[in-house]
């Protein structure tokens, strides 16, 4: 082997080492910048977690699924290894500034600035009738303002590849669902008694409609017309939301006098 093919193969391996620490150099950069920023915002709703007290029975739940999103952020925080995990823990605490909006609204307060939409919520919609259905023994009901009965606050979004309209709910019966990531027996029973027919929700057109429409669009017929709605709350809306809403959009809440 000549001595100019011998600088030639140096010249690439040093290249080579040269891109490879400089890519990591750039990806450690990322998750530095995504940790940073979720927990900036981490650190405002544990503001409004310690700060707040409800005064009645809707703002108190509220408070208890916001604390529970807070919990969840910071443990989420300490095992982040990746900018998308990191975007994730973002997503969490934007969760948890929806039920800390919610409180406030059910104690008569300024719910305080607009918060950036979660994955799947526009599609899920809202409650924006009375409702109260029977189904296989059970009695729930939904409205779209919080009360003594209707006490549990959803934000609206995918739940196992449902959605789920926002809005104030007699028993946080989509819990199951987001701990196992399936539905159980009856649920298609439940979703078409309490949603077919809602104007503003994704079943406006009839339960077995939306089903429909969603497996035209490509879906399962589960509801989630963009197939796996879930892997964009790690990724490309993590992303967003993590970027420019991290810094307009917290500027907002960083100041006034909500001190989101």
Do not use: C
Not at 34 to 57: F, I, M, P, S, Y
């Amino acid at each position: 082997m000549d001595l100019v093919t011998i600088v030639l193969l140096l010249a690439v391996v040093a290249g080579v080492v040269w891109l490879v620490r400089n890519r990591n150099a750039g990806q450690a950069r990322e998750l530095e910048d995504a940790k940073a920023d979720a927990r900036r915002w981490v650190e405002r709703l544990g503001g409004q977690v310690l700060n707040l007290v409800g005064t009645n029975e809707a703002a108190k739940q509220a408070l208890a699924d916001a604390s529970e999103r807070y919990n969840a952020a910071g443990s989420q925080l300490d095992q982040a290894r990746t900018p998308a995990q990191a975007r994730g823990v973002t997503e969490t605490a934007y969760e948890g500034l929806y039920y800390v909006r919610a409180a406030r609204t059910a104690m008569d307060l300024d719910p305080g600035p607009e918060l950036p939409p979660l994955p799947g919520q526009a599609r899920a919609g809202a409650v924006t009738e009375e409702r109260e259905v029977d189904v296989e023994g059970q009695h729930y009901s939904a409205s779209p303002n919080p009360s003594e009965r209707n006490a549990h606050y959803y934000p609206g979004g995918n739940v196992a590849g449902r959605p789920v309209p926002a809005g104030w709910y007699s028993q946080p019966w989509w819990k199951p669902a987001l701990v196992a990531g399936a539905w159980g027996v009856g649920s298609a029973l439940l979703f078409s008694a309490m949603f077919s027919g809602m104007a503003g929700s994704a079943y406006a057109d009839g339960y077995s409609d939306a089903m429909a429409a969603d497996m035209a669009a490509g879906g399962d017929g589960s509801g989630d017309a963009g197939g796996d709605m879930g892997g964009d709350v790690g990724g490309d809306a993590g992303g967003d939301f993590g970027g420019d809403m991290g810094g307009d959009f917290g500027g907002d809440f960083g100041g006034g006098g909500f001190d989101f």
